[in-house]
């Protein structure tokens, strides 16, 4: 099978710091996957190194199973980027934007660019350097979408947008996904936004990719499960492996579980608890005992 | 589907951002012959006018006249290319589409050599026609081919110089130092440097050994290739000037495949340019301050003491090695507290 | 639209759905034979991922609430006359038994229960008085 996006032990190192490391991820055609950690986890780092922008340090990246570090730029025909910060030279109008990516992308569509700037209401004799941050990633998103990009990359999409325009952003990214099967990337701090919109989740901390999931799987993986076992059968549960964590409140237990849920649940049965029922958690709650496992500070991750 | 062919797009690029700077870059190239000619028949209707009538020869018969402003041109050609791109730092957008490296730095190389060759043979034919036109033409065709070759060819070296410059450097202003440095200030720096140091220790160094260096010294810097005369008309050096084209070209394309562009779009890859630059820069102060130092220490010695002799050279050495280190080890801790200084305060 | 969704609630996005078209049907805003959006419309209004969308239609066919008639579209199905069987009513007597715990508990007795359920279940199904 080819994946839309792989990456085979990739590391990457700047000043001496390990800003990625080992990174292993493989991202299905079609798949909507949703990056997230903290700020300075790494997310802007691997995804320039995704679009060969950056020379791994370590490992190799490959886009439908072309390498990303490509010296005719080749690979990337197809693959449409919104960056975080929009550069472009100061005395670049709107249009010349366009006209750049008409020149540039094979697949260009004029008739969505048009029909998306004007949707957004954006003037095309405007500076770019003059439009608001908003504006400029408006003027970026249409310009991706109007390559009909196979893979679709976004460095915080909705980082810094208000709420409407941040709405609008999100139902076209839904609406290219559902009309071309484009295959989605995008990072983000934002558990709300990668939960409305991703089928697929990778957790980012500190350079290391933590899970890399279709997030089905981790319903069915993941449980929170609270049981009350017969007095005098009381196992160690916290030494079984899949269990990140336990809880006690008197004599229910609090379980977190992080994979094989069905497993644990069979063992559990097997007690013949008193009272057990596993529910499906809260994704932020999942995160912060993911954290905790690894031993991280999860303050600074940003649960909204 | 339009054009998509990326070479146009990224010379149309170029040509979008670097456009203010090509054509100052034409307008002072072009300064000598154009403008001159124009100016000299608008003031006075000057085909007639006797003191004028040399105007074109004269560039061919002495090109350290305008070689100068030529090779100013020539270093803001190859600045340019890379000038914009560090100031906004647009690079990483552009090669995150799909736009290959080898395909941006040799569009870049190639229009910035294309317009300073365009313009170069346009001055060229310009003065050549007024001559023949003047009835001055008597330094001869081959002379004027020579003068073409040897202006193509030393443009071309001082053109590479800059544009490699711009690539390794990271910032405008970097960019614009080293550039200025390499293109113009090489030889003098260390012909000072080697005249301080010769003439304190006249006794003790040979002073043909100075001499040489000296001399050797002028090789280093690219725009001696075009102001003076024995050089400019000389074949050898059109070869030594193409070779080093060929390699900066080399190394041009070589470096932009490996440029890492990390920090905000910067090539931070090339941080020793930096390095490079504080220790021209500490070299210079150890010159400076050693040999100040030493002279006053002479002045001292010979004026106050009465001592008519100079004291041995070993020690004289050791005097002015010591001064120089201690300058240079005061300027650095006295740095490097006032960068400790200013970040503390941020 | 009257499809409200919280990504922020435990429930799932999917289950929020499915619990949404089930009450419109249960109070009457959605009859049978009303058009649903597609799944891709649905998925575009809500900037939902069409994957959850689609979740909450298969659950909602499975539950015979909804029927797919292909080339036509998605459309509240006819509602079955299945009598209750004896575990609906156990199921339903289950959830009344702990209402009533958790009303003695705030100070509300059977009686007034039953008069609150009366008066909750009067203006609950809109539709009920006129047509039915």
Do not use: I
């Given at each position: 099978m080819t994946w839309a996006v792989e990456t085979v032990e990739l590391s990457k190192e700047i000043e001496g710091v390990q800003?990625?490391?080992?990174v292993s991820l493989r991202i299905p055609a079609g798949a909507v996957y949703g990056l997230i950690g903290p700020n300075g986890a790494g997310k802007s780092t691997l995804i320039r190194l995704l679009l060969g922008v950056w020379r791994p340090t370590a490992g190799k990246v490959l886009l439908f199973g072309k390498p990303a570090v490509d010296p005719t730029g080749e690979a990337r025909q197809g693959v449409g980027f919104v960056p975080d910060i929009p550069v472009w030279p100061n005395n670049f109008r709107v249009d010349d934007v366009v006209r750049w990516h008409r020149m540039v992308?094979?697949?260009?569509?004029a008739k969505r660019a048009d029909a998306l700037l004007d949707l957004f209401g954006i003037r095309r004799k405007a500076l770019v350097a003059h439009l608001s941050k908003g504006q400029k990633m408006q003027v970026s998103l249409s310009c991706a979408l109007a390559t009909r990009p196979r893979l679709l990359i976004l460095d915080e999409p909705t980082n810094g947008l208000d709420p409407v325009v941040r709405r609008e952003f999100l139902q076209l990214l839904v609406r290219q996904v559902a009309e071309d099967e484009t295959t989605m990337l995008f990072s983000t701090h934002l558990l709300e936004d990668l939960q409305r919109v991703a089928d697929h989740i990778g957790v980012l901390f500190q350079g290391r990719l933590l899970l890399s999931t279709a997030l089905e799987d981790l319903w069915d993986e993941a449980k929170k499960v609270m049981v009350v076992f017969r007095p005098g059968a009381?196992?160690?549960?916290?030494?079984?492996?899949?269990?990140?964590r336990v809880q006690r409140e008197g004599r229910l237990h609090i379980l977190w579980i992080g994979k094989a849920a069905d497993r644990v649940l069979e063992r559990i049965r097997a007690l013949e608890p008193v009272y057990w029922e596993a529910v499906q958690p809260a994704l932020d709650d999942l995160f912060v005992e993911m954290m905790r496992r690894e031993g991280y500070t999860y303050g600074d991750l940003e649960l909204a | 589907m339009g054009i998509w062919n990326w070479h146009n797009a990224v010379a149309w690029r170029d040509w979008k951002q670097n456009a203010g700077m090509w054509f100052m870059a034409a307008g002072v190239m072009s300064f000598p012959v154009l403008v001159r000619i124009i100016a000299v028949g608008l003031l006075q209707s000057a085909v007639l006018a006797p003191g004028h009538r040399t105007v074109a020869v004269e560039l061919v018969r002495a090109?350290?006249?305008?070689a100068l402003l030529w090779v100013v041109a020539a270093a803001i050609f190859g600045v340019a290319a890379f000038w914009r791109e560090w100031s906004h730092q647009g690079l990483p957008a552009v090669l995150a589409g799909p736009v290959g490296r080898r395909q941006v730095v040799m569009t870049k190389w190639g229009m910035g050599w294309l317009l300073l060759q365009g313009v170069l043979l346009l001055n060229v034919l310009v003065a050549v026609l007024v001559a023949v036109l003047l009835g001055e033409y008597e330094a001869g065709w081959p002379s004027y081919l020579y003068w073409w070759m040897s202006s193509a060819v030393g443009l071309s070296a001082v053109y590479a110089l800059a544009f490699l410059a711009g690539l390794w450097t990271g910032t405008p202003r970097s960019t614009g130092w080293t550039a200025a440095f390499l293109i113009f200030g090489v030889h003098a720096w260390i012909q000072w440097m080697t005249t301080l140091v010769g003439r304190l220790f006249s006794d003790w160094l040979p002073a043909s050994a100075i001499e040489s260096l000296r001399q050797w010294a002028a090789y280093l810097s690219v725009s001696q290739y075009m102001v003076r005369s024995d050089l400019f008309f000389n074949g050898g050096s059109r070869l030594v000037l193409l070779a080093a084209t060929a390699v900066f070209l080399g190394l041009a394309v070589a470096s932009f495949d490996r440029l890492p562009l990390e920090r905000m779009g910067r090539a931070w890859m090339f941080r020793w340019a930096e390095k490079a630059a504080v220790a021209v820069g500490g070299i210079t102060l150890f010159v400076f301050a050693g040999a100040l130092g030493l002279v006053m220490f002479q002045l001292l010695w010979q004026l106050r003491l009465g001592f008519g002799e100079l004291p041995p050279a070993t020690v004289r050495v050791l005097l002015f090695v010591s001064i120089g280190g201690a300058a240079v080890y005061l300027a650095w801790s006295l740095a490097k507290w006032a960068v400790r200084r200013r970040y503390s305060q941020v | 639209m009257w499809f409200r969704i919280d990504p922020?609630?435990?429930?799932?996005l999917y289950q929020q759905l499915v619990d949404q078209v089930r009450e419109g049907v249960a109070r009457g805003w959605l009859r049978p034979g009303d058009r649903l959006p597609s799944v891709r419309e649905l998925a575009v209004r809500l900037a939902l991922n069409h994957n959850t969308v689609a979740k909450a239609y298969q659950e909602l066919e499975r539950e015979g609430l909804i029927e797919t008639l292909r080339g036509r579209g998605t459309f509240v199905a006819a509602r079955r006359r299945r009598p209750a069987s004896h575990e609906d009513y156990a199921w339903v007597e289950s959830q009344i038994r702990q209402l009533l715990v958790a009303a003695y508990h705030l100070g509300i007795g059977p009686e007034e229960l039953v008069d609150i359920v009366r008066r909750v279940a009067a203006g609950w199904r809109e539709t009920e008085g006129g047509s039915s």
């Open positions: 800003a990625v490391r080992d992308y094979r697949e260009w569509d009381e196992p160690d549960v916290s030494a079984w492996p899949e269990v990140w | 090109p350290s006249s305008y | 922020r609630s435990e429930v799932p």
